[in-house]
């Protein structure tokens, strides 16, 4: 058998299978996306375990979960594993701390199906320690230079012609503002953060030394920004991205109104589609809606609703542009010329989007 893993950069870096056989609620908080959910036992088995431990101690706990987990379960999920095992021979398997767990996985698999299957040493527990530490080194070692711009100017394009760019947009599977919800979940902040940091170890090991990543606040969704990275954001250099407001409007037009609308309709049907990404729309507006003042919102629902109906009924969606050059005249500028004048400091160059492109790519 191979040995246990300890080298857990390498384990990263090479996109090892992984088989976690901690339980389905703990996978689900987070795992890593290499890793598969074969638990040894399911969320009630683990509960009624655990409070056995308490009550009665290691030993008590031990015999418990053998009854629990024998006959036709053990033979089910021994079977599973073995699947993956042979699906994967150069994949380990772990649990949270690469304990009792992971060991009787192990045992059963060699004794049950003839296969030896190595653990990750530590488990989940390290493997997670290791990723924030690695987090943290990017943060502190590498060069970043962020792209500002008012709401509109496209700074997702920019990150997207750069390769040497991070999409922390993509990451966290949201588009950063208020409207920014997508027709799928994002997902879990650990999830988010492990996916950033692999991203980020991937990247330095192939020699990337500066990262380029658009100008977050510091949630992205429901995703939070690692706090080291999000305290260092407000001081790295920035390059600032314009671009004139019927052009932003059209582009918002397409990405939160024509995209979003199609993208909720793949996922869940035309008709069905159409009705969650409307309702996604209008509860994206009321969620600004104190910020907005109670006039200006009502008038930009009533335009939005509007907007709608004509949408639903003929495909034309350019009534939608009434309520989005006021939501950015009104709103989304005066709020981003503040913070332009506020960051100017640190603005290293602005221009358009092929002009900003082009300075990010020489002036590495």
């Keep these: 058998m191979r040995d246990d893993a300890r080298d857990y950069r390498s384990l990263f870096l090479s996109g090892a299978p992984l088989m976690d056989v901690r339980a389905p609620v703990e996978y689900s908080k987070g795992a890593f996306p290499c890793a598969v959910n074969r638990p040894l036992m399911d969320d009630v088995e683990r509960q009624k375990v655990g409070t056995c431990y308490k009550l009665k101690g290691q030993q008590a706990a031990l015999e418990l979960g053998h009854s629990l987990v024998s006959g036709r379960i053990k033979e089910a999920r021994i079977q599973a594993w073995a699947d993956f095992a042979r699906n994967n021979p150069e994949g380990y398997l772990y649990c949270f701390r690469g304990g009792l767990r992971s060991q009787i996985a ?23 320690t290791f990723l924030m530490e690695s987090l943290l080194q990017a943060v502190e070692e590498c060069r970043f230079v962020l792209v500002g711009g008012m709401t509109g100017t496209g700074k997702t394009e920019v990150i997207a012609q750069l390769d040497d760019s991070v999409d922390l947009e993509g990451h966290a599977n949201h588009r950063g503002s208020s409207f920014g919800k997508r027709a799928t979940l994002q997902p879990s902040q650990i999830d988010f953060e492990n996916s950033l940091a692999i991203d ?13 990543l658009e100008d977050e606040s510091r ?12 305290q260092a954001m407000q001081h790295f250099p920035m390059v600032w991205l314009e671009d004139t407001l019927e ?8 990405d939160y109104v024509v995209d979003l609308a199609a993208e909720f309709s793949r996922e869940h049907g035309q008709d069905n589609g159409f009705s969650l990404f409307a309702e996604q729309l209008r509860k994206s507006l009321s969620n600004i809606a104190k910020r907005l003042g109670g006039e200006r919102y009502q008038r930009l629902d009533e335009i939005m609703g509007e907007a709608l109906a004509v949408q639903l009924s003929s495909g034309d969606v350019g009534q939608h542009r009434e309520w989005i050059r006021a939501l950015l005249a009104e709103y989304y500028d005066p709020m981003y010329a503040y913070q332009r004048e506020n960051k100017s400091g640190r603005i290293l160059f602005a221009g358009n989007q092929q002009e900003v492109v082009t300075y990010l790519k020489v002036n590495r």
Excluded at 107 to 127: D, H, M, T
Excluded at 203 to 211: D, E, L, T
Excluded at 219 to 230: N, V
């Design 200 to 212: 980020l170890l991937k990247r330095r090991a192939n020699g990337q030394g500066r990262f380029v």
């Design 219 to 230: 949630l992205i969704g429901r995703c939070s920004l690692p706090f080291e990275l999000h």
């Design 247 to 254: 052009g932003r409007v059209e582009r918002i037009l397409k």
């Design 106 to 128: 192990q045992q059963w698999l060699l004794s049950e199906a003839g296969i030896a299957y190595p653990r990750v040493a530590g488990g989940y527990k390290a493997l997670r």
